[in-house]
């Protein structure tokens, strides 16, 4: 008998936008707390993270600006759809990328928020360097050449 195959981490929310305006220097996976409501509304599919960023709020590191839709048969019971939601990470991490925002001015952008696993709600921040439009420019350039070169290549045989 053969193991059964874990199932694969399909992403809730992906921030696409955030590759294109930003050059990701560091990935990290933190925990984020949630409220039922909340956590049955990912579970749905539905989110949007285009908007938001991390940052410090009273020693701790909060997500600004996600939003998670009302669950609706949650009825009166629902939560607050962009309320700040407080991000679970080890005490050095914080401390290390709290200080690279005050120090070196890059921003910790959400990539993606995932289910792990285990079921839990993980969020993957990338820390940030924001890119000028000549950068995004010479980006495009590079993606269009790589794939007119694959198309040479595909074409000779």
Known sequence: ?????????????????????????????????LSGTEVK???LGR?????SYAGEMEGELWLFNLYI??????NRFNHETRRPRK?????????RLLGAVKREGVTLV??????NR???AKIDLGLARGKKQHDKREVQK?????REKQRLLRDRG
């Open 69 to 74: 839709p009302e669950y609706a048969p949650a």
């Open 47 to 51: 989110a949007n993270i285009q908007d």
């Open 41 to 43: 509304a990912l579970r």
């Open 87 to 95: 991000l679970l990470v080890h005490r050095k991490e914080r401390d």
């Open 110 to 115: 959400p990539l993606s928020i995932y289910f």
């Open 118 to 120: 285990k079921g839990i």
């Open 1 to 33: 008998m053969s193991r059964p195959q874990e199932p694969a981490i399909r992403p809730v929310a992906q921030n696409r936008r955030a590759r294109f305006d930003y050059f990701i220097e560091d990935r990290i996976e933190a925990g984020i707390v």
């Open 142 to 146: 590079q993606r269009d050449w790589q």
